[in-house]
């Protein structure tokens, strides 16, 4: 029996490792390494070796175990700490919970079989339901709350609290109701364990259902901000829109006009006045520069959006070099929204630098894929934390299968939008 003891113990542990590791790793979405397995079985089994030999709490052994579990996710794989407090305390609680429930059903149970050969096969039975129990469990959790480094999940650390509320409460379960079972046990003391069981389900269904809130408040928190950068989007097309509309109408008055003035220009033309047809021509010329767009880009929206926001911002230098293709299938409010993003968040970094203040755009197609570049002067300050406007760019980048760059040399930031221009015609 010492030695199956000893096999069992290994098998545990072994296994509750490769489980804690696997856990996190998938939880966080960082990549799982060989070193990482082996370094917290070692811990574990160390561990295990100092709680019997100097009989230390099993509760301080646990707590060491979270520690170590915790350094393997903070150090190891990079996650940031809350985040490795979170995942190392739900790897452990889950497997201590699936430990309590199975103990509850080995204590009303498997005393009847002691001295039959039939227990080795029910304490197998047992450690096998322990692992698929723990493995349903973990797959649920990773169903509720995954998320990776650049994902939207606010206030992740306010889990940790009542993740440590109920990891406490199971301990206490496990380090006072149960113990070594004894050869016979009484209706009473199967009523205790079942209501134990009915406990510690309770428990895991209230996690759960903390985990499902927390969740459903983070698609809250991403409706919102889908919704404020839609409001923001549509903003911005009503006011090209309005500007369009304002440019035809000016348009089709000039039209309208037009025959009146050639002919008062012939006129003038026919009876020598020269100068004065030349004065007449000049202020043609001027209305007609201030029909056209200051930005030619082969796109209207686009057109006005530049005229627009760099017209606003007469303080900072502008160049626009670029083309769009056509037809490229980009839709125009996608345009809109990269555009309008791109220039305020350029327009902002630039006010707030000394010195020269400047924009750039360039644009270039490479066979299906068409880079856009926007570059701006900025101050020698960090970059501040990612916020909307580049939200609404990776959002648009992603929808054409493309990719969002940023960098920041000096006193420069560089933007890079990489879309396939063919992707939406397929």
């Known amino acids: ?121 029910l304490l197998l039975a047992a450690q096998g339901i322990f692992f698929v129990l723990c493995s349903g469990c973990y797959h649920v959790i990773l169903k509720l709350l995954a998320w990776t480094e650049d994902s939207q999940m606010p206030y992740i650390g306010l889990l940790l609290f009542p993740g440590l509320f109920f990891f406490a409460a199971e301990l206490y379960i496990l380090d006072t109701a149960y113990s070594f079972f004894a050869p016979v046990i009484s209706l009473a003391e199967v009523g205790k364990h079942s209501t134990l069981l009915l406990l510690q389900g309770m428990g895991l269904a209230a996690l759960l259902c903390t985990l499902y809130a927390y969740r459903q408040l983070c698609q809250g928190f991403q409706a919102r901000a889908a919704l404020q950068s839609l409001t923001q989007a549509a903003h911005a097309q009503k006011v090209y829109i309005a500007e369009a509309q304002a440019r035809y109408e000016q348009t089709k008055s000039f039209r309208h006009d037009i025959k009146n003035h050639l002919s008062l220009l012939d006129g003038l033309l026919r009876s020598g006045d020269l100068e004065e047809g030349r004065a007449y021509l000049k202020k043609l010329e001027t209305v007609s520069e201030a029909l056209s767009f200051p930005y030619q880009t082969g796109n209207p929206v686009v057109d006005i959006l530049l005229g627009e926001k760099l017209g606003l911002a007469k303080e900072i230098a502008a160049e626009v070099s670029l083309l769009l293709p056509k037809p490229c299938g980009l839709d125009d409010f996608d345009l809109c929204v990269l555009f309008a993003n791109a220039l305020d968040n350029a327009i902002t970094a630039c006010r707030s630098s000394d010195g020269a203040k400047a924009i750039r755009i360039s644009g270039k197609q490479q066979g299906d894929f068409y880079m856009l570049t926007f570059e701006n002067t900025c101050s020698d300050d960090p970059l501040p934390p990612a916020g909307t406007g580049l939200s609404n760019i990776e959002a648009v980048a992603e929808k054409y299968h493309g990719a969002v760059l940023t960098e920041k040399n000096g006193r420069q930031f560089y933007l890079s939008v990489l879309l396939n221009i063919s992707s939406c015609n397929s």
């Open 1 to 121: 029996m010492d030695y199956f003891g000893l096999c069992m113990d290994v098998l545990n542990l072994v296994g509750q490792g490769v489980m804690h590791i696997f856990f996190v790793s998938r939880l966080t979405g960082k990549k799982q390494k060989p070193l990482y397995y082996a370094a917290y079985v070692l811990l574990l089994g160390t561990l295990q070796l100092i709680l019997v030999k100097f009989s230390l709490s099993g509760t301080l052994s646990i707590a060491l175990c979270v520690l170590g579990l915790y350094a393997i996710s903070r150090l190891g794989m990079g996650n940031q700490q809350s985040v490795s407090w979170l995942a190392a305390v739900l790897a452990y609680y889950v497997s201590q919970l699936s430990f309590g429930i199975i103990n509850s059903i080995e204590a009303a149970l498997f005393p009847h079989f002691i001295g039959n050969l039939l227990l080795y096969l």
